[in-house]
Structure formats: C-alpha cells, structure tokens
C-alpha cells in the first residue's frame, strides 16, 4: 500500500521564512523567554512561560501577570487595569515573530507583495479561528525579503474591543535583529506611519534588551495572582 504524502502544515515560502530565523522546532524546544523593553519612565522586564503563555511584567511601576486564566495588576501599581488584558501580551505576540505565527488554529494565504523603497517583499495574510484568543478577528500580514528570507514588515489590525473587525492596517518594520540560542529575534520594532494602506516614514521605535531563552520552564508560583490585585476584565 502506498502511504498518502502528508500536506505540510506551512506554504513554501513561510517555511522557509522560520527556517531562516532557526527553525520551528528550535522555537518549540524553548520553555522561557525573557526580554526587556527599555522605556523612558522605567524599563519592563517580561517573562514568558512559552509552553502555556502565562506572562510576568515587571517596572518600578507597575506588575501585570497572566496566570493561565485572569489577568491582574497589583494593587498598588498605576497600570490602567481596564488596559491590562490588552497589553499583557502585545509586546510579546509582536516580538516573539514569526513563530508566533506558527500556532496552533491560524489559517495562512498569500498576500499581495508589499513595495518600499524599490524592494518587493513577497508576502502571507495569516488568521485566526474564531474560537482562538481574545482577538480572532485581528488580520496579520508578514512580509519577508525575497534574499534573505528575513521577515521584514508585519501589517496588522486591531479589533480587541471593538466588536467587529477592522480594516485599517498598521505597519511595523522589522530592519534589526539578533541571534539568541541559534534563534534569530528583533533588536528593535518600528512602527511606520500608513498612507493609502501602504508604509511611509517611522512614527515610533521600541528597543529591546536583556533577552534569553531557557530549555527550563520558569517557577509556576511566579505568575501566581496577589490576593490584592486588581483583576482586568475581558
């Protein structure tokens, strides 16, 4: 009997952009990353338990966790709790591509090529079921270099807690990266100003450091919630 050729999970051209930052299964290996975002009132150091996403963030500030099922400030931090839920993993989900993007229940399509400065980056509109996350409304558009294979640009929408979906399309560059445990990861993000759904000239950059990946899976009593804290609704 002749055995049936299994559908690879990935177009050719997404499976050759993971490969060109490490590999899936490489990413799959890790149980913890932990980045920091250098910020003018205080840097925030976060912490991903990369198995099950529960998340830690820490300032001088404030403490935001994610223990599996709620999502919580401390009492005595000056977050918006009505913000939290939101931002618990924004920065993580935009930092931790592409793989992100490998997930479970994501549906990918080809996307038309993104033009900038003379360069066509070949591209993948890429979706969610409708039972995944907070947001499975939300469109993604990954954009890599035709040589390099490097993802280059991300289109994205947002439509958490707006009820509908969104067609407006915001775009971050991806120029600088870094290679932690043979994993290749952003230095910095930078958002672009948009003009007739197409990037034009940097409106606001975000710079990393201090990041690590760990075979080991973190503490679970980190992500723990305080008796105190303030819970962040959905």
């Known amino acids: 009997e002749t055995a049936e050729e299994e559908t690879p999970r990935f177009p050719e051209g997404l499976a050759n ?4 930052h490490g590999s899936i299964d490489k990413w799959k290996s890790m149980k ?9 009132k205080g840097d925030e150091l976060h912490t991903v338990d990369l198995e ?3 998340t830690l963030i820490t300032s001088n500030d404030y403490t935001i966790g994610y223990d599996g099922n709620e ?6 931090g000056n977050f918006p709790v009505d913000r939290a839920r939101f931002y618990h993993n924004l920065y993580f989900y935009f930092y931790a591509m592409p793989f992100v993007l490998s997930d479970e229940g994501i549906t990918y399509e080809k996307a ?3 033009v900038y400065d003379g360069v066509t980056y070949p591209g993948f ?3 969610f079921a409708s039972n995944v996350g907070d947001s499975p409304n939300d469109n993604y558009y990954m954009y890599y270099h035709p040589e390099t294979n490097l993802m280059q640009w991300l289109g994205y929408t947002v ?7 969104s067609d407006k ?7 600088q990266w870094m290679t932690v445990k043979g994993l290749v990861i952003p230095k910095s993000l930078e958002w672009y100003e948009v003009e007739n759904g197409i990037p034009t000239k940097p409106a606001n950059k975000v710079m990393f450091k201090g990041t690590t990946f760990s075979l080991e899976k973190p503490d679970v009593s980190l992500f723990n919630m305080p008796e105190d804290a303030l819970i962040a609704k959905k």
Not at 17 to 20: N, T, Y
Not at 159 to 165: A, E, F, I
């Open 159 to 165: 439509t958490y807690g707006q009820g509908k979906p």
């Open 169 to 175: 399309v915001n775009f971050i560059r991806y120029g």
């Open 17 to 20: 952009l993971f490969d060109a």
């Open 71 to 76: 999502v919580w400030v401390n009492k005595d």
């Open 125 to 127: 509109k890429i979706y």
């Open 52 to 54: 099950n996403r529960k």
């Open 32 to 40: 913890m990353l932990k980045f920091g975002i250098i910020k003018e």
């Open 112 to 114: 038309e090529s993104l």
